[in-house]
C-alpha cells in the first residue's frame, strides 16, 4: 500500500504529475494526497490595504481561495476516476514546504512527489524551500518535469 503526496500548483501541466502519482499508488489501497498551497507561494498575495477598501480586498481574496479549492477539487475528482484513493488539502497560509512536510506526516507518505515547470523561473521553487524540504521529508521527495502549458 503506498500513499504519494503530490504537491500541485493546479495548473493544467500538474495534471502530469496527479497521472503519474495515480500511477504509482494504484496498487490495492494505494492513495493519493494533492497539496496545494494558496497563492501557489504559500502565502496571501498581497498583503491588506493599510487604508480603503479592506472589505473589496477580502472578497478577492476569498474569491480566488474559492476557486483554487473548486481547481483542487477537479484534480481530486479527476485521480478518484482512475480508481484510486484519494484525497486533497488546500493550505492558506504559510511557506509551502511546512504544509507538505505537515501533509506527509499526517499521510504516512511513502514518496513526495513536486512538479517542476520546464520554463519556471529559477527563483520560482525556491530552491531554499526544495532543499529543506528534501532534508526534513520523512521519506522520498522525487522532482517530475512538467511538460509546457501550451502542451495541452
Known amino acids: ?13 500538474s495534471y502530469k504529475l496527479v497521472g503519474f502519482a495515480a500511477f504509482i499508488a494504484a496498487p490495492p489501497g494505494g492513495e493519493v494526497v494533492l497539496v ?6 504559500g502565502s496571501r498575495p498581497s498583503d ?34 482512475r480508481g484510486v484513493s484519494c ?4 493550505h492558506e497560509e504559510g511557506r509551502w514546504p511546512d504544509h507538505v512536510l505537515q501533509s506527509a506526516e499526517r499521510a504516512k ?11 519556471a523561473a529559477t527563483g520560482e521553487l525556491g530552491v531554499q ?12 521527495v522525487s522532482m517530475v518535469r512538467l511538460p509546457l502549458l501550451a502542451a495541452f
Open 129 to 140: 524551500d526544495v532543499k529543506r524540504l528534501a532534508e526534513a521529508a520523512p521519506c522520498p
Open 109 to 119: 507518505a511513502d514518496l513526495i512527489l513536486v512538479g517542476l515547470p520546464l520554463m
Open 48 to 81: 491588506p490595504p493599510l487604508s480603503g477598501n479592506t472589505e473589496g480586498w477580502r472578497e478577492q481574496i476569498e474569491a480566488r481561495l474559492r476557486q483554487e479549492g473548486q481547481l483542487l477539487e477537479r484534480q481530486r475528482q479527476w485521480c478518484a476516476n
Open 36 to 41: 496545494s498551497t494558496y497563492g501557489g507561494g
Open 87 to 90: 484525497r486533497a488539502e488546500l
Open 1 to 13: 500500500m503506498a500513499s504519494i503526496l503530490a504537491v500541485t500548483d493546479l495548473t493544467s501541466a
